[in-house]
């Protein structure tokens, strides 16, 4: 089965910059986009970032000028360049693969912005 496995998760302070990663093991057929989403505590889930195939970026107003999302076809690897950290942006990031059929999630990994 295809699994996303994501990393670089943690506590950072204000100001602060993190990269997330996520590895794709398998092949997933069909790929339309790659992208991250968030859910901070207590609230729904939220688009964050994604890129296409082409290379094609789309970011949430939120993080625009902050967050750089980026792949690696080689290690088939998807990256989430955070800088300029908020507390606002505390949430659990997930991985996402979409395609035609059904999207693939990652586990979740934890980014804690405090001081």
């Known amino acids: 089965q295809v699994q996303l496995v994501e990393s670089g998760g943690g506590l950072v302070q204000p100001g602060g910059s993190l990269r997330l990663s996520c590895a794709a093991s398998?092949?997933?057929?069909?790929?339309?986009?790659r992208g991250w989403y968030r859910q901070p505590p207590g609230k729904q889930r939220e688009l964050v970032a994604t890129?296409?195939?082409?290379?094609?970026?789309n970011y949430t107003d939120s993080v625009k000028g902050r967050f750089a999302i980026s792949r690696d076809r080689a290690k088939n690897t998807v990256y989430l360049q955070m800088s300029s950290l908020k507390p606002e942006d505390t949430a659990v990031y997930y991985c996402?693969?979409?395609?035609?059929?059904?999207?693939?999630w990652g586990q979740g990994t934890q980014v804690t912005v405090s001081s």
């Open positions: 890129i296409t195939s082409g290379g094609r970026t």
């Open positions: 996402n693969v979409r395609t035609a059929w059904v999207d693939y």
């Open positions: 398998g092949y997933i057929l069909g790929v339309k986009t």
